[in-house]
């Protein structure tokens, strides 16, 4: 069964300091990967995916994120974080066979101001 | 357009009772999921309907989860006899199929389920 590791489950940081949050998936076959975003007391937004292409991909408000099959990975990066940033960010897949989304246990990210 | 809603947005109930939960889909999506988000098991998939198919029941935790979806639209959630582990955020998500695996969901705002 597949499944997705999300390491850093509490992240601070200060304002303007740089992002990078794991993802790590296994499943051996055609995958496509998505970032949510959950922002206090509002409901899950798409902040990117990938389906093909180009493995970087850039989504909303800054945020991108990089597709390593090699490494089965898809780290989401923003070069400065926000005070509105702080979130939970929750790093899914699905896959050929597969319609509905596999959860990482999600990344709480606190900015500091 | 509209987005994804869930009815009702709170709900607490006595443990043993039954509960039904509502999601309206985003008007042409074909596709409509349930979740449920809780502290102890994060984000998991329950089950999912696809146009005229036969829905995807893996995800159900247990034979006291039951969902329709009615006329293609409208899906609600009944959960039998009640149980305090039931207590999670229940969410909704609906897509738009388009051509192999590459749908993308978008989430409603959920309903909080809290069993006494």
């Known amino acids: 069964a597949q499944s997705v590791s999300q390491h850093n489950h509490h992240v601070i940081l200060s304002e303007a300091a740089s992002l990078e949050l794991g993802c790590n998936y296994s499943y051996g076959g055609t995958v496509n990967l998505f970032w949510y975003v959950q922002y206090p007391g509002q409901h899950l937004q798409l902040l990117l995916k ?24 898809f780290n989401l990066r923003k070069p400065s974080v926000q005070w509105s ?11 050929t066979g597969r319609r509905a989304l596999t959860f990482g246990s999600g990344t709480r990210l606190q900015v500091q101001p | 357009g509209a987005g994804v809603s869930q009815s009702p947005s709170n709900k607490v109930t006595e443990k043993g009772k039954d509960v039904e939960l509502r999601c309206d889909p985003i008007s042409g999506h ?29 995800g159900l935790p247990s034979d006291r989860f039951s969902a329709e979806r009615t006329g293609g639209s409208v899906s609600t959630l009944t959960i039998q006899r009640t ?27 959920g309903t909080r389920l809290t069993v006494l």
């Open chain 1, 85 to 95: 940033d702080t979130a939970e960010y929750f790093c899914a897949v699905t896959a």
């Open chain 2, 30 to 58: 074909t596709a409509l999921y349930w979740y449920r988000q809780s502290l102890g098991q994060g984000l998991e998939f329950l089950i999912y309907f696809q146009g005229n198919s036969a829905p995807d029941k893996s």
């Open chain 1, 50 to 73: 990938y389906f093909s292409g180009d493995p970087l991909v850039k989504g909303i408000k800054g945020f991108e994120a990089e597709f390593i099959k090699s490494k089965f990975s």
């Open chain 2, 83 to 109: 149980q305090q582990e039931d207590s999670a955020v229940y969410l909704c998500a609906s897509s738009f199929l388009a051509g192999g695996y590459t749908d993308t969901q978008y989430f409603g705002p």
